[in-house]
């Protein structure tokens, strides 16, 4: 089992600055990929930033150049720096953790961000 703790939500005013913290705990497959997710009200949860223990790192387009996701192996955690933020950022925000070989990810109980106008 594994257990993901988010913190770091708020709320901030567009153009700001808000970093996301997840950490993980329990036992971990021997390869994993952690991630975040967002999720606006009455839309579907999709997907943010991800990165794979070697460092690789993905992100949505709409967040390219303004989030930048990293890990911290040695403390089994995951950062996502946000910066210039905008209103359409508004969301849940959940880490999540999945071997890389599949099945089912692990998810944290999500933080809220919110970006005032």
């Known amino acids: 089992q594994v257990q993901l703790v988010e913190s770091g939500g708020g709320l901030v005013q567009a153009g700001g600055s808000l970093r996301l913290s997840c950490a993980a705990s329990?036992?971990?497959?021997?390869?994993?990929?952690m991630g975040w997710y967002r999720q606006a009200p009455g839309k579907q949860r999709e997907f943010v930033a991800g990165?794979?223990?070697?460092?690789?790192?993905n992100y949505v387009d709409s967040v390219k150049g303004r989030f930048t996701i990293s890990r911290d192996n040695a403390k089994n955690t995951v950062y996502l720096q946000m910066n210039s933020l905008k209103p359409e950022d508004t969301a849940v925000y959940y880490c999540?953790?999945?071997?890389?070989?599949?099945?089912?990810?692990?998810w944290g109980q999500g933080t809220q961000v919110t970006v005032s106008s």
């Open positions: 999540s953790l999945a071997d890389v070989r599949g099945g089912r990810p692990y």
């Open positions: 329990g036992s971990f497959p021997t390869s994993y990929a």
């Open positions: 990165v794979i223990s070697g460092g690789s790192t």
